[in-house]
């Protein structure tokens, strides 16, 4: 950087700027942003230390000490890795990188409102490493057994397609996996038996796998439900169009889709707490109540 904030106290600038008012270069008095209470909290300790417990010196401004206004971001990058909580422990990766938020945060606005040369700092990620990401939820096994138990007792709307919805997802299939499957990519009169090629993962519906077995217990679901889908050309004809339909004949959208797997979960006890906020990916990576009769249709076709 070739010059600073002709204000030289970063602590000064940081009162400022927490507080909402600031003055600028050129004498003109700012009011700024109105923080709140827990954002005001985590910039003042990690800036300055500001309401740290007794002996905890781990504050940019400490850190940095009087290359305040000239340091590298090298300089940020150690200092974020070297972060300890309360307790002495390692910073998680969360906090370091919101820690690295106030310091970036503090200078852009040194940049944009004093007059600042630019320091060009990199991303949060960049300087605070890698979030990892969250853990993965998912249902337990007694939970995808009650909702299979939900699907096949459903009495709601379209009851045939909610079994199916349910059951394509219990089977681990991804819930826009299961809107892009079309009559096209079923062969329920294989002379192996009946077989599907399902859209690829994450990719487009144009994008589909080999033909492989329909899981038996899928089976029973699509035979009940194909003598009742809608048929409304030309978006859906007997042999054409997407397997699972509105009333319209249209495919169901994701928001559709997922409304309808809360409905079913809904009508089991065990399940009324996390149905409202339920999601198909959640339930498609949780264990299969299909696993095991899946393994043994495959022991008895070899």
Same mark, same amino acid.
């Not at 490493?129 to 096949?152: H, K, M, S, V």
């Given at each position: ?5 002709? %204000?030289?106290?970063?602590? %000064? ?15 003109? !008095? ?6 709140? !209470? ?55 990766? +969360? ?5 690295? =938020?106030?310091? @970036?945060?503090?200078? +852009?606005?040194? !940049? ?9 700092? *990199? *991303? ?7 979030? *990892?990401?969250?853990? @993965? ?40 996996? &299961?809107? +892009? ?22 990719? &487009?519906? =144009? ?13 029973? +679901? ?13 978006? =859906?004809? !007997? ?6 339909? &509105? @009333? ?35 339930? %498609?990576? =949780? *264990? ?15």
């Amino acid at each position: 950087m070739s010059s600073a904030p002709q %204000a030289q106290d970063p602590y %000064a600038i940081l009162h400022g700027w927490l507080s909402g008012a600031y003055v600028r270069p050129d004498g003109q !008095e700012v009011i700024g942003r109105v923080w709140d !209470e827990d954002t005001k909290y985590r910039y003042g300790l990690y800036l300055a230390g500001i309401d740290a417990p007794p002996g905890w010196q781990q504050d940019w401004f400490t850190h940095i000490g009087d290359l305040v206004w000239h340091f590298e971001p090298m300089h940020v990058k150690d200092w974020a890795s070297r972060l300890t909580a309360f307790d002495g422990s390692p910073l998680a990766a +969360a906090s370091r990188g919101r820690a690295v =938020s106030a310091v @970036r945060s503090f200078y +852009a606005h040194c !940049e944009d409102n004093l007059g600042a040369a630019r320091w060009n700092l *990199p *991303p949060r990620r960049a300087l605070a490493g890698p979030t *990892p990401p969250a853990e @993965r939820q998912t249902l337990t096994r007694f939970q995808t057994d009650a909702l299979r138990t939900a699907a096949d007792r459903y009495r709601g709307p379209h009851p045939e397609r909610a079994r199916l919805a349910a059951y394509m997802t219990l089977a681990g299939l991804r819930p826009g996996q &299961s809107i +892009a499957v079309v009559m096209q990519y079923i062969q329920r009169d294989n002379a192996a038996g009946p077989a599907w090629r399902l859209p690829v993962k994450n990719n &487009s519906a =144009s994008a589909v796998g080999p033909l492989t077995p329909i899981p038996r217990p899928l089976v029973w +679901a699509l035979d009940e439900y194909l003598p009742v889908r809608t048929l409304k050309a030309p978006h =859906s004809t !007997e042999t054409e169009g997407p397997l699972l339909v &509105s @009333r319209t004949g249209r495919g169901l959208d994701h928001v559709t889709f997922t409304r309808v797997l809360r409905e079913v979960a809904a009508t089991h006890p065990d399940l009324e707490e996390v149905a409202p906020t339920l999601h198909p990916d959640v339930v %498609a990576h =949780s *264990p299969s109540p299909f696993a095991e009769e899946t393994a043994a249709a495959a022991g008895e076709g070899r």
